[in-house]
């Protein structure tokens, strides 16, 4: 008997006549498993998804649900049948609290009119308890952070209640702790009879949760594994097509002034008049360092962020670099004038124009200098010129010589594109906000490396991440924050996970 709930056959999806995203994949998932799906930055799986749950049309190929040949016309549909999926970039409107975006397309109403938000909530926040997964029910989706507005997707697709269910990279923001309690939810989930598709670049998921896995690479479908009988190596190969090595600091201790520095930084959170998210904090960076921020998701490092790289101004304190005060100095002077360079937290609100190409992409920040423009003419063959580099170099994949729109790009290579073109700026102070979000095994390796050159040639580095891992292996300095206060630091070469770990509850 035929107990596979999913069949893809042959599926084929070109788009733009020229980008083969799907060669003749065939995939199928079993009734009641946790399949995973894996591939590098741009194999074809969030399109492989995106066509079971009706935004695409493939080219070619047919579906199957439950044995039955089905053509999934629109998400819509894909719902009828059953299917709902988280996706890699979310789909929410901005002005609505989370609670909205949760129950948007199935509000319960009274009387089919007026939606039942009570009701709504209430039935929300049992979700949230059964699985240990909260959200601030009535923030606008615009001031939640990044984590908070996966933590609702989450709940969205669990609210609607379908049998299959598709995550694209749910844990790709979510912090360790977080990831433990999703992992759990997933399990739950499973025992409650549901069919689970996750696309996921941690190996250690993988291994944790789901029974086979897919590997795509390049399009194509590499073949399905036991999770059980396959190795994390042999995965990992199966996936990028060669062997990796794990990137370390050789950790020093720079001596000099710091070239950045923080002193006695107060500020709201982001969104918030009277919420204190940071509360006197100072530290300096100097060249030749990686400082690396450590914490729990939600505990002052959007509002850091902000006030370093100028999108929002403290209550009191400074910023300074290079000796100079410059906490009044709005966004592009700090980029051009103090050669600041920032991969963002949030990559399509602030690292990308995504409606524009790779070639204005890349040049971006410095657009306006002579390097790009003179006399107000765009220099357009340098700016081709220097895309392509970074291209090239980051191994951005079907860029189209830079006349990809960035939209167009896998989350991943737009991630690439954003930090290549950082590391490629002059810059001597390098603000990188989780720079591998999202990012593949070979691609984490790269960028890793980058840097670490970045470093070697006497930048001052400022790594904000959520990986305790990405952490430990980068920074030369570990300063852990919580609830906006600095807890403490430890040497890079002296840190041990579970004391990080404590310090970021709040243990001194
Ligand atoms: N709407 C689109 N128009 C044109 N090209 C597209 C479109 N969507 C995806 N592509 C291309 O198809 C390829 C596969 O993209 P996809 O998003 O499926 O990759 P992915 O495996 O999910 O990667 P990632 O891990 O980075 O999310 C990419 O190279 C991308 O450039
Ligand atoms: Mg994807």
Same mark, same amino acid.
């Given at each position: ?20 995203a ?11 498993? !946790?399949?995973a ?29 439950r ?13 009828k ?5 988280v ?10 609290? =989370? ?10 109403t009274?009387?089919?009119?007026? @939606? ?8 929300i926040?049992e ?6 997964l909260s ?8 001031n939640a ?9 989450i ?14 990279e ?32 941690? #190996? ?30 042999e =995965?990992s190969?199966? #996936?990028v ?8 600091n ?14 006695n ?14 509360d006197?904090?100072?530290l ?17 490092q ?29 966004v592009?002077q ?6 600041m ?5 949030d ?9 524009w ?14 390097k790009?423009s ?11 010129q ?52 999202? =990012?593949?095994?070979g691609? !984490? ?8 050159? =970045? ?16 952490? #430990?292996?980068?920074?030369?300095? @570990?300063?852990? @924050?919580?609830?906006g ?7 890079g ?6 004391? !990080? ?8």
């Amino acid at each position: 008997m035929n107990d596979n709930i999913i069949e893809m056959k042959d599926i084929l999806m070109i788009f733009n006549k020229k980008i083969v995203a799907n060669d003749n994949v065939n995939f199928s998932v079993k009734k009641g498993e !946790i399949h995973a799906l894996m591939g590098e930055n741009g194999a074809g799986k969030s399109t492989l998804m995106s066509i079971l749950f009706g935004i695409y049309n493939p080219t070619k190929g047919t579906i199957k649900i439950r044995g039955k040949e089905e053509v999934v016309t629109s998400p819509i549909k894909a719902n009828k049948l059953g299917i709902g999926m988280v996706h890699q970039h979310f789909k929410m409107v901005d002005i609505f609290p =989370l609670w909205r975006n949760i129950s948007l397309g199935s509000e319960e109403t009274i009387s089919k009119t007026v @939606i039942n938000s009570k009701k709504i909530k209430a039935d929300i926040t049992e979700i949230m308890e059964k699985y240990n997964l909260s959200v601030d029910l009535d923030i606008k989706a615009e001031n939640a952070s990044v984590g908070m507005k996966q933590r609702a997707e989450i709940l969205k697709v669990l609210y609607q209640g379908n049998e299959i269910l598709v995550f694209d990279e749910p844990t790709a923001v979510l912090t360790p702790q977080e990831i433990d309690g999703f992992l759990e939810v997933l399990l739950e989930l499973q025992k409650n009879g549901k069919t689970i598709i996750l696309i996921t670049h941690k #190996m250690n998921e993988i291994k944790k949760v789901a029974n086979s896995a897919t590997v795509l690479r390049l399009g194509k479908s590499i073949g399905t594994y036991d999770v059980k009988t396959s190795s994390i190596e042999e =995965l990992s190969e199966a #996936m990028v097509g060669r062997k990796l090595v794990e990137i370390k600091n050789e950790h020093s201790d720079p001596k000099g002034d710091n070239f950045l520095e923080l002193k006695n930084i107060y500020a709201n959170k982001q969104g918030f008049k009277k919420i204190n998210a940071l509360d006197n904090v100072s530290l300096g960076v100097k060249k030749g360092e990686i400082v690396a921020i450590a914490g729990v998701e939600g505990n002052g490092q959007l509002e850091l962020a902000n006030i370093i790289s100028g999108m929002s101004s403290p209550n009191s304190g400074e910023v300074i670099i290079d000796g100079k005060d410059i906490t009044k100095a709005n966004v592009s002077q700090r980029f051009v004038k103090y050669k600041m360079s920032h991969i963002p937290e949030d990559r399509h609100k602030h690292g990308l124009a995504l409606d524009w190409n790779l070639i204005n992409n890349g040049a971006f920040e410095d657009i306006a200098t002579p390097k790009f423009s003179r006399k107000g003419i765009l220099r357009r063959g340098k700016m081709q010129q220097y895309a392509q580099d970074i291209i090239d170099k980051y191994d951005v994949r079907n860029a189209d010589f830079g006349f990809a729109i960035a939209r167009q790009l896998s989350g991943g290579n737009q991630q690439k594109m954003i930090v290549g073109r950082e590391f490629t700026r002059e810059a001597d102070f390098h603000l990188i906000f989780q720079p591998t979000r999202g =990012l593949d095994v070979g691609s !984490i390796e790269f960028i890793h490396s980058q840097i670490l050159r =970045l470093k070697s040639e006497g930048k001052a580095i400022l790594l904000i991440s959520y990986e305790l891992s990405e952490i #430990m292996q980068l920074a030369d300095r @570990i300063i852990v @924050i919580n609830a906006g206060h600095i807890i403490g630091e430890i040497p890079g070469n002296k840190a041990e996970r579970n004391q !990080i770990g404590r310090m970021m509850m709040g243990e001194k």
